[in-house]
């Protein structure tokens, strides 16, 4: 009954997105029993070997609090999704981010992973998994748009924190990113 369809039912820019409908998308809407389906395209990914990578989307989508909600996924390009079963990790599966629900307006998502180093050189493939159960439709469900998927060239540090602060003036540490060196 839900799908995912590309359509302008609705959209954050310019007039299109990819979004879930029992109507033949029609309306950006969700209804019945349980179910689970997935949208994907392949992407390849460069041959040198990588480090960080950076997905950005806007979403949003409301569903039952911890029960529908949308999930992303990095899988190998070997595994075809199927209606109805949920992806769950492991054999070179990655989720990415978390369960993405509670959302009633457009958001940018922004995920910083890193990538292992057999995906060097290999085609993934890059899923939105819609899942919802059977007992409360809270409108809308899942819709994405303006999906960006790229390689992180300067990294960024980790563990920022404020070591102390005056009047005019504050201290900050943090772990630089693997690989640069440290200013002299």
């Known amino acids: 009954v839900n799908k995912w369809f590309v359509g302008g039912a609705t959209?954050?820019?310019?007039?299109?997105?990819?979004?879930?409908s029992n109507n033949e998308g029609v309306?950006?809407?969700?209804?019945?029993?349980?179910?689970?389906?997935?949208?994907?395209?392949?992407?390849?990914?460069?041959?040198?070997?990588?480090?960080?990578?950076h997905l950005s989307f806007d979403w949003k989508g409301i569903g039952e609090n911890n029960a529908d909600y949308m999930r992303v996924w990095l899988v190998p390009i070997s595994f075809t999704p199927t209606p109805g079963n949920q992806i769950t990790a492991g054999a070179g599966r990655m989720?990415?981010?978390?369960?993405?629900?509670?959302?009633?307006?457009w958001k940018?998502?922004?995920?910083?992973?890193?990538?292992?180093?057999?995906w060097?050189?290999?085609?993934l493939r890059l899923v939105f998994e819609w899942r919802?159960?059977?007992?409360?439709?809270?409108?809308?469900?899942?819709?994405?748009?303006?999906?960006?998927?790229?390689?992180?060239t300067c990294s960024a540090p980790s563990n920022l924190a404020v070591v102390s602060?005056?009047?005019?003036?504050?201290?900050?540490?943090w772990n630089a990113p693997t690989g640069t060196a440290p200013d002299s």
Not at 42 to 52: C, F, N, R, V
């Open 27 to 53: 309306s950006n809407a969700y209804g019945g029993t349980t179910s689970t389906t997935q949208a994907y395209r392949d992407i390849e990914m460069p041959a040198t070997t990588l480090g960080q990578l």
């Open 165 to 173: 602060t005056t009047e005019n003036a504050a201290t900050f540490s």
């Open 108 to 118: 940018t998502e922004n995920v910083v992973f890193t990538a292992p180093a057999t």
């Open 95 to 105: 989720q990415i981010g978390t369960n993405y629900t509670q959302q009633v307006t």
């Open 120 to 123: 060097s050189g290999q085609t």
């Open 132 to 152: 919802n159960n059977g007992s409360t439709f809270n409108l809308p469900p899942a819709a994405v748009d303006n999906i960006n998927f790229s390689i992180v």
């Open 11 to 20: 959209f954050n820019s310019p007039s299109q997105s990819l979004y879930i």
